[in-house]
């Protein structure tokens, strides 16, 4: 369980490191690619720059919304045991601030058009996806039938259009 959050089922052991380390080559690529010596921005020059602010902000203002909402469901709420979580943000995504740190990333990707940063974006997303398949298996462990079906009607990092459990 996770120091202090006596509440929570558990997390990926290096979950925060590799998340911290990924944030730090992410940024040293995207600044020194988007604001020094350019050298895969080439998308600055193809789509229009009111374009790539508009999409960035609406992405990265869901990012916004997504992560605050999952940090208030886990860290903000007060529970006697551990239990799955399937509401705010939960009820979309059983990742919602994974998918709000993804969003980021892309929302930064937008506003420069850096293409490095987005090939590092590919990396970023897969080992996000290896730390939520790592901790879904101990929370399929810990609570059973009751994950495996909010699995089955939500989607890890993007909403289920139509859910997989037959009623």
């Not at 602010?53 to 999952?70: E, Y």
């Not at 994974?98 to 892309?106: D, E, M, Q, V």
């Not at 080992?127 to 298996?137: D, M």
Request: charged fraction near 20%.
């Amino acid at each position: 369980k996770p120091a202090g959050h006596p509440h929570l089922a558990g997390e990926h052991r290096w979950g925060d490191t590799i998340q911290l380390v990924l944030l730090i080559i992410f940024l040293s690529i995207w600044i020194t690619d988007s604001f020094f010596f350019h050298y895969s921005t080439k998308l600055k020059e193809v789509i229009p720059e009111f374009l790539r602010i508009t999409l960035a902000s609406v992405v990265l203002f869901a990012a916004w919304i997504l992560a605050r909402s999952g940090m208030k469901a886990v860290f903000g709420t007060t529970r006697e045991k551990p239990e799955v979580i399937n509401t705010g943000a939960f009820r979309l995504v059983r990742h919602p601030i994974y998918t709000g740190a993804i969003l980021f990333y892309l929302g930064a990707i937008l506003i420069t058009g850096s293409l490095s940063a987005a090939a590092f974006w590919l990396v970023i997303v897969t080992s996000y996806t290896g730390i939520a398949r790592y901790e879904e298996k101990i929370l399929t462990v810990e609570f059973g039938d009751a994950y495996l079906t909010y699995k089955k009607q939500t989607g890890m990092f993007f909403p289920r259009l139509f859910s997989r459990v037959r009623r």
